[in-house]
């Protein structure tokens, strides 16, 4: 899976717990993802974590939580994680 491929379904499954479903190209990929950034609560962010640790079979546990922190940190984790397990 390539990075552009990661990049287009982690936009969707954040836009997709959005209250106002944006379209994904629209998530700006340096603002946070919870409280002022893109709003999301903390309900939305453990399904959001449960999607992505789904979808892409990699593991997030506590200490990477600051991936959170902008969609392009959530982008590097998960292509450098896909990367991993592949080869």
Request: charged share 35%.
């Amino acid at each position: 899976m390539d990075r552009n491929t990661i990049e287009k379904k982690l936009r969707s499954i954040i836009s997709a717990r959005m209250p106002d479903k944006p379209d994904p190209s629209s998530i700006p990929a340096d603002i946070p993802v919870f409280q002022n950034g893109l709003g999301l609560d903390s309900m939305s962010g453990i399904e959001l974590v449960s999607e992505i640790e789904k979808h892409f079979q990699v593991y997030i546990d506590d200490d990477h939580f600051d991936i959170f922190d902008s969609l392009q940190k959530m982008i590097d984790f998960v292509a450098e994680r896909v990367k991993r397990k592949n080869k």
